[in-house]
């Protein structure tokens, strides 16, 4: 497992853009694959984009696709999210997964290491 601690959250006007980051403390997280995932108070948590170990992969839902993007600089042991074109329906906090095990990169249960989020909020 790896700790993961996420940062980059806050408070954005419709429209505006944010870059989150995850850092990654542990010897895994070149071969993990990582994911993020939100939640908005009442709602559900919701995938919202996974890397592979490579970076070669990446896996969107509808939602954000176009305007989300995940990568990772596997020598910083970093993952980030570039969050584009905001909408108020954005807010919520997000959250950093990862794992080495198999199963679906859109399950939050199929990671077994998590941050403790951070929260962002978009402004209409």
């Known amino acids: 497992q790896v700790q993961l601690v996420e940062s980059g959250g806050g408070l954005v006007q419709a429209g505006g853009s944010l870059r989150l980051s995850c850092a990654a403390y542990?010897?895994?997280?070149?071969?993990?694959?990582m994911g993020w995932f939100r939640q908005a108070p009442g709602e559900e948590r919701e995938f919202v984009a996974a890397?592979?170990?490579?970076?070669?992969?990446?896996y969107y839902p509808d939602s954000v696709k176009g305007r989300f993007t995940i990568s990772r600089d596997n020598a910083k042991n970093t993952l980030y999210l570039q969050m584009d074109s905001l909408k108020p329906e954005d807010t919520a906090v997000y959250y950093c997964?990862?794992?080495?095990?198999?199963?679906?990169?859109?399950?939050?249960?199929?990671?077994?290491?998590r941050g403790q989020g951070t929260q962002v909020t978009v402004s209409s």
């Open positions: 997964a990862a794992t080495s095990s198999a199963g679906s990169v859109r399950y939050w249960g199929s990671y077994n290491s």
């Open positions: 542990g010897s895994t997280f070149s071969t993990s694959v």
């Open positions: 890397i592979d170990w490579r970076g070669g992969s990446t």
